[in-house]
């Protein structure tokens, strides 16, 4: 697995938004969806707000790969399940994004059962 730079990775953090691309099967990408993310202790995560049932989640799911764009850093990507920071991943997502219904949503345990890490290829 490779690592995120430090300046790549800051870059990411101070963007309001990731535009997440899934790679299909046949090595084309889907169009982007926007997401919120989180980085914690050196790693970018994100969460589907509509849990299973949402559509750029099951595309990241089929092949694990695809691409991000952030805070003018483009990278392909893998993506993969990691429930280890739950906790100070629901933590991050109210400090940058506050504590309105859509953070409640992204914090649900609907949500944080899609919680993804994302890894530079």
């Not at 989180?38 to 949402?54: H, M, N, T, Y």
């Amino acid at each position: 697995m490779s690592e995120w730079s430090a300046a790549d990775l800051a870059a990411i953090d101070g963007a309001d938004e990731v535009r997440v691309a899934a790679r299909r099967p046949d090595g084309t990408l889907r169009a982007a969806t926007i997401v919120w993310h989180v980085v914690i202790d050196g790693a970018l995560f994100i969460r589907s707000v509509r849990g299973e049932d949402g559509a750029w989640y099951r595309a990241v799911r089929r092949t694990g790969t695809g691409t991000i764009d952030a805070g003018g850093v483009h990278a392909g990507v893998s993506f993969g399940p990691d429930d280890s920071q739950d906790g100070a991943i629901d933590r991050a997502y109210r400090v940058k994004y506050g504590h309105g219904s859509a953070v409640q949503a992204i914090t649900s345990p609907v949500a944080t059962a899609t919680t993804l890490r994302i890894d530079p290829q």
